[in-house]
């Protein structure tokens, strides 16, 4: 057995005596080819709450263009025909991207019972708490920067992105589930394999340059896991209480930060071991022993 085999040995056997679900995982170490383990073929599929992270580097890139600034009001770049709820003049880019607008509308209902537009919805309710004040995770903070995106650059979001981002990772002609307006989703929804969301991953790694070229600036980059809020009192799990950055979370170990999803998916940027370790899986139970087996068992070897 090579050292590469080894390196995931032990979390496919972690993964078989816990029922982690994974569908592949994927290491990426500067200096080293990539290290893949596959459960099952490396299909696209649904990255959940990862989509919120590629929403956040849109935003990035958007701001490097001069199309919008993070402390820009949100009324200002998603207008409402109807009476604006109380507060939510207030509320900024940066306030959706920490996810701390105070806004109730966290689209998070079945699909049948959302709005059929989140944004007027959002526009409409009257906030709960000021903005900045609190962090509460909400699907309706991203889907507002999406629609943010969309009017400053006259592009839906993916559509955006795909010779901006997409194209270079070379993730070809990827898939998005939109709203019944027609954006996308910007939240949730972004189909990805296990191989192309560790290309984010690896982006994030790197400050945002990929094959020489700045895709998103590194000074953007770098505040997307500096520029956190508190979530010490959101969760009892460690892996959720350490701070939220630009829709990103902070890990347990130093310095570690990733985009996650829903049932387990993760792209972890680990600077002090130049690596990246992205999971895609399946996991209705407690998605984030997915990160308590790669700490134990693919950590250490990097």
């Not at 580097?57 to 604006?84: F, K, Q, S």
């Not at 709820?85 to 105070?102: C, I, N, P, Y």
């Not at 999406?146 to 559509?159: C, E, K």
């Not at 792209?267 to 790669?294: G, K, M, Y």
């Amino acid at each position: 057995m090579t050292d590469d085999d080894h390196l995931l040995a032990d979390y496919a056997r972690l993964d078989a005596e816990r029922a982690l679900g994974s569908y592949g995982i994927h290491v990426h170490r500067e200096g080293h080819a990539p290290v893949e383990h596959r459960f099952r073929a490396d299909d696209r599929v649904n990255v959940y709450s990862c989509s919120k992270t590629v929403t956040a580097l849109a935003v990035g890139i958007a701001r490097a263009e001069g199309l919008l600034d993070l402390d820009d009001l949100l009324v200002d770049h998603v207008p409402h025909e109807g009476p604006l709820g109380a507060g939510v003049d207030g509320v900024t880019l940066r306030h959706l991207l920490h996810m701390s607008s105070g806004s109730p509308v966290t689209w998070f209902e079945r699909p049948a019972d959302a709005p059929r537009d989140v944004a007027a919805a959002f526009l409409g309710a009257d906030l709960v708490a000021p903005p900045g004040e609190r962090f509460e995770y909400s699907n309706g903070s991203t889907y507002l920067l999406g629609r943010a995106v969309a009017a400053a650059s006259g592009q839906d979001l993916r559509d955006y992105l795909v010779p901006r981002l997409f194209d270079p990772l070379g993730v070809v002609n990827p898939q998005w589930l939109r709203c019944p307006l027609g954006y996308s989703e910007a939240a949730k929804g972004l189909h990805l394999t296990t191989s192309e969301l560790a290309r984010v991953g690896r982006l994030l790694l790197q400050d945002g340059t990929w094959e020489g070229s700045e895709l998103v600036p590194a000074d953007y980059v770098e505040a997307m896991h500096t520029d956190v809020v508190d979530t010490s009192t959101f969760s009892t799990d460690p892996e959720s209480t350490g701070g939220y950055g630009y829709q990103v979370w902070l890990c347990t170990p130093d310095g570690a930060w990733r985009a996650d999803g829903k049932y387990g998916q993760f792209s972890i940027a680990l600077p002090e071991q130049r690596a990246v370790v992205t999971v895609t899986a399946h996991n209705e139970a407690v998605a984030n022993d997915i990160l308590r087996a790669v700490w134990d068992t693919v950590l250490p070897r990097l």
